[in-house]
């Protein structure tokens, strides 16, 4: 299948962010060319004076979550907690792949095409997650035995999960860890010995809130990150969401050892839990940093415009720097900078020649894009666009939605079956 994409403007996001009017040729899963004269093919796309730019990448949410959505909001941060577990307590397979479906939906329509994930019971997740054509890290849950919700030892259920997916496929497995105050040493460690071992990537919560930092001072005399490092669990695969309540030396720490952050700035502000994760330090170390969602039930939406837009407006209020993180260096951390935490740069994350085919084109006529032109398309990107403003996702060469119909799932189930799911587990929830 040969597909040409004629006319828009592209925003590469290659090593020198250059921005082209061209056309674009996909040769099967690849980017064959970008020029213009490309030739024609099978299926030709017009995008004259649409935008053309890499896929959305979210490093990090917990998409069965999806059908929660709106279970939990305005409450205290401890008794959102209990709120969610009991819910979680009581979700069957059938409510999770459900909500599956209805967070692939919802990204595919805001132009993510590649997600991290962390939640147990991946193997369904993955069943539906292929189906829907997204590209994904599934992370499995990782806790101690006795602190956990799921059948049999969390760790055995991760090992399972990685050894029955192939770790070079479009969803493959990942290895997940809930956090320190429900991970003893032995878990931490013995995971983290597993990812390396198999080169698999590693993601974990990672001082979200300032509870976390004070119970581990308390108990180990160190913050979280110096506590983790002096067992060496710290290396080049890590993902670490949040990452909100640091010192400058644990900055340097994670700099060190080649971490990368996944932060997640509207859950860490809907729950009110404070912190706010140093970008600015982190890019000063040379850190790559990503942008996550969080899931449904702290964010409410898995859409990753907007969640770019406020990571910069957050960081522009609370600094009084307008000048502090650009609109360039916002796309890097959700195109780019999130390929390079899941250890995908050499395959997606920009549009070159040779690298996967996972794309998006936003529509460049919609009205809160205009003017439109060279100079301001980035800027318009992230503070003018919106998850309606993406006309087609394309993952691997195939295009999951074009003109906002969606190709590869039924939208209309999936809605009927997520509001089903979510009354059974309403009513599960309240007991």
């Keep these: 299948m040969r597909t040409v994409i004629r006319g828009g403007w592209v925003l590469t996001q290659d090593s020198q962010r250059r921005i082209v009017r061209a056309d674009i040729a996909i040769e099967g899963e690849t980017i064959a060319a970008i020029g213009d004269d490309v030739g024609d093919g099978d299926l030709v796309i017009d995008a004259v004076g649409d935008i ?25 941060f401890t008794d959102f907690l209990n709120t969610v577990f009991r819910y979680d307590s009581g979700r069957e397979e059938d409510d999770l792949a ?29 069943e539906r997650v292929e189906a829907s054509g997204l590209r994904a890290v599934l992370c499995w849950c990782v806790l101690d035995a006795d602190k956990t919700t799921q059948v049999g030892d969390p760790y055995d259920n991760m090992v399972r999960f990685c050894e029955s997916v192939p770790h070079d496929a479009r969803v493959r497995p990942g290895v997940g860890l809930q956090g320190i105050y429900v991970c003893s040493d032995d878990t931490m460690i013995r995971s983290k010995d597993y990812a390396v071992q198999n080169d698999l990537a590693l993601h974990l919560h990672l001082s979200e809130t300032r509870k976390e930092v004070n119970d581990c001072r308390e108990q180990h005399g160190m913050r979280p990150v110096e506590y983790l490092d002096s067992f060496g669990f710290w290396n080049r695969r890590c993902v670490a969401a949040h990452s ?20 997640c700035p509207v859950s860490n502000m809907k729950l009110a839990t404070g912190g706010l994760a140093p970008i600015p330090e982190f890019i000063g170390y040379d850190m790559n940093v990503s942008v996550g969602t969080d899931g449904s039930t702290t964010n409410n939406s898995l859409d990753m ?31 780019i900078g999130g390929a390079k935490a899941l250890g995908m ?10 690298k996967r085919a996972d794309m998006i084109i936003l529509d460049g006529s919609a009205p809160n894009l205009q003017p439109l032109r060279e100079d301001n398309l980035v800027s318009n990107i992230v503070y003018s666009a919106n998850a309606g403003n993406v006309r087609a996702t394309i993952v691997d060469g195939r295009l999951l939605m074009l003109d906002r119909e969606l190709l590869t799932v039924d939208g209309d189930k999936v809605i009927e079956r997520a509001r089903d799911t979510s009354d059974r587990l309403l009513r599960i929830g309240r007991i």
Aim: proline share 2%.
């Design 244 to 263: 909100a309540w640091l010192t400058i030396n644990e900055v340097r720490v994670l700099a060190r050892n080649g971490v990368s952050i996944s932060t």
């Design 98 to 126: 459900a909500g599956t479906d209805l967070g692939c939906m919802e990204m595919i329509m805001g132009g993510t095409t590649t997600f991290m994930d962390l939640y147990y019971s991946e193997d369904v997740i993955c």
């Design 52 to 76: 053309i730019m890499p896929g959305l990448v979210n490093t990090h949410t917990h998409v069965a979550m999806a059908n929660m959505r709106g279970v939990a909001d305005d409450m205290r």
């Design 345 to 354: 740069e050499a395959d997606i994350g920009s549009i070159v020649v040779g």
């Design 305 to 335: 415009l907007a969640e770019t837009k406020t990571l910069g407006l957050l960081h522009k209020c609370t600094r009084w720097d307008a000048e502090v993180l650009p609109a360039q260096s916002l796309i890097d951390m959700a195109t």
